[in-house]
């Protein structure tokens, strides 16, 4: 059985997704003006592998986050199905 993209984890999942996003759009900031901070690195590569596994976890449930070749898609095409994940 598919999930179904209006259950409540799917917001869960997404949610968390950009609040990862976010830290590591910030931390990648800092990083730039700070790149021999090792904990900032650490705790980088500590997100970016936490928003890995939720990021293919999500994808296996809901379908793709992202297209042109950074996701798999399950048959049919998934792309064509909707909400996107940008419009919830």
């Known amino acids: 059985m598919e999930a179904n993209p209006c259950e409540p984890r ?3 999942m997404l949610e968390q997704l950009q609040v990862l996003d976010f830290a590591l759009v910030e931390l ?3 990083l ?3 790149p021999q901070d090792v904990k900032a690195i650490e705790q980088f590569n500590q997100l970016t592998y936490e928003r ?3 990021a293919n976890q999500f994808q296996e449930l809901y379908g793709p986050l992202q297209n042109f070749g950074r996701a798999y898609s399950k048959a049919p095409w998934q ?3 909707s909400p996107w ?3 919830v």
Request: hydrophobic share 35%.
């Open 10 to 12: 799917y917001y869960e």
């Open 28 to 30: 990648n900031l800092f």
């Open 32 to 34: 730039d003006t700070h």
């Open 52 to 54: 890995t596994q939720l």
């Open 79 to 81: 792309w064509i199905e």
């Open 85 to 87: 994940p940008w419009q």
